[in-house]
């Protein structure tokens, strides 16, 4: 029985995953994400329910559309994929409590902000937003956790890159911000100052690489909020893992 359940939620973050995409595509073109229904970018086909199957529908139709055969971009699958074994892992780790429902919330935001950063160099506010009300809903029903360490969390996660952003004179962009003092709403301010290292580190790692591989230049702009989120994720799983052995180390 455990193993079917697994399976359903990997296959409801795959679902989760689809809606992402449409996110994805819509918010940063200032496009409602309920209406008009999914439908083909290029010939405007709407797509049938078939066609709306996350993963298989684009195995299926070898990742072209069924009525005009244009390509349909790998971030479809890729995204779904990644929701749903995001939500497995956190279920795993988690189980099935509010903790594990607040951080699949999280990776939905961060999936959809982290891909929107990579395409269009942007953090949408809509999406901030929509995170801070989700976090709001989540610390009031997870009350039993206090409230003061997250408000914390959110203070010094936007505040210490707010004071990055004003020393090295608007290299972190305000998107970042907002991204950093929400993630601290969801995670207190012990792991806030982890991800921040970590995001730190992740993030000059992967610059370096792109920058090697020539996939970027030395000048162009590389989005942050994939490296936060990464960041992120690590925290959550490893973080007091991470934080008591660097006491230890610390303190000989
Ligand atoms: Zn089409």
Do not use: Q
């Not at 449409?22 to 918010?27: A, D, P």
């Not at 999280?106 to 009300?133: C, R, T, W």
């Amino acid at each position: 029985m455990e193993i079917l359940l697994y399976i359903l939620i990997f296959l409801f973050g795959t679902i989760i995953g689809s809606f992402l995409n449409v996110v994805i595509h819509r918010v940063p073109r200032k496009e409602s994400i309920v209406y008009p229904p999914s439908h083909c970018p290029k010939c405007g086909h709407d797509l049938k329910t078939i066609d709306l199957i996350p993963i298989l529908s684009y195995i299926l139709l070898k990742g072209r559309c069924r009525y005009c055969g244009e390509k349909i971009s790998a971030r479809y699958p890729v995204v779904e994929v990644l929701t749903g074994t995001l939500f497995l892992i956190i279920y795993y780790k988690f189980g099935l409590d509010f903790k594990a429902f607040s951080y699949m919330f999280l990776a939905s935001i961060l999936i959809s902000i982290s891909f929107i950063d990579m395409e269009h160099k942007i953090v949408p506010n809509k999406i901030i937003i929509a995170g801070f009300v989700g976090a709001i809903i989540f610390r009031l029903l997870m009350s039993n956790y206090g409230f003061l360490d997250y408000v914390l969390g959110l203070v010094l996660g936007g505040g210490i890159l707010l004071l990055i952003s004003l020393i090295s004179g608007g290299e972190m962009g305000g998107g970042d911000i907002k991204l950093m003092a929400l993630i601290g709403f969801f995670i207190g301010w012990k792991l806030t100052i982890l991800v921040l290292f970590l995001s730190v580190i992740i993030g000059a790692l992967g610059g370096a690489i792109l920058v090697a591989l020539k996939i970027k230049g030395r000048k162009d702009y590389i989005p942050f909020a994939p490296y936060i989120s990464i960041a992120w994720f690590i925290s959550i799983l490893y973080g007091y893992e991470i934080l008591n052995y660097y006491i230890k180390f610390i303190r000989g």
